[in-house]
Structures are given as C-alpha cells and as structure tokens.
C-alpha cells in the first residue's frame, strides 16, 4: 500500500461504511431518523473515533438525533465489533456536521452578490 494512504484512514472509511449501514439496518430509535455519515476522524491509537453526521430538520432534531446516537454508541460499537475483524474497535463519538449547512449558505451569498441588480429588480417584480 502506498505511504501517502495510511491506515488510519482506511480504517475511518470501513468504520464509515459499516456505521452507515448498522444504523440504517438496526437502530430502532425514533430520534435517529435519516442520518448520513459524512467524515469518520480515527484517533492514531485507534481507542477513540469522531463520527460526523447530516440530518435534515431543525435544532431541536438535530440534538434529538445527536443524542440518540451518542445513546446507541455502544450497540453500535458491538456490532462493528461483530463486522470489522480489528483488534480493537473505538469508542464512538458522534458530532453533527455543519459544514454542509454552511456551504449551502455561503453558496446562496454568492449566488445573491454575483447576480446583476438588474436580474435582481425584475425577479422582485415578478413576485
């Protein structure tokens, strides 16, 4: 394997696809709705991972759905356990990412200042 993919990250994008499909396929709880896994982080000493996730809804969605996860981490540590063949599996953390969010405001500010002021007049009169 070459140098520039260590194993760290391998190991963050299996502990990635696995998550993604046990939480899919096996957790039941209501506050967990549709999360997509974004970015797994693997500490060096592989005892710890930070999974970064999605979700479409509002604050109070997202810490009901952050919580659900952070309460279903240990199932789901169980169940890598069971899939991946490591010798140890982390402890997961999970993290809500912003980053989408984010992007899509900055690429709405964007689309707004480089718009001509004229597009932007006639668009306000047709509403």
Known sequence: MPRDFPRT????????????????????DPRVGMVTLTEVDVSPDYSHARVYFTILGNKAQITA???????AAG???????????LRSIPHLHFVYDES???????S?????AVTPPSVKRISKKRR
């Not at 990250?9 to 039941?28: G, S, T, Y």
């Not at 759905?65 to 309460?71: D, K, Q, S």
């Open 100 to 106: 989408v969010e984010r992007g899509v405001r900055l």
């Open 9 to 28: 990250l391998r190991v963050a994008e299996l502990i990635q696809r696995e998550l993604a499909e046990l939480i899919r396929l096996e957790v039941k």
């Open 108 to 112: 709405h500010l964007i689309d707004q």
């Open 75 to 85: 199932y789901l540590r169980s169940g890598l356990a069971h899939r991946l063949a």
């Open 65 to 71: 759905a952050t919580t659900g996860l952070n309460h």
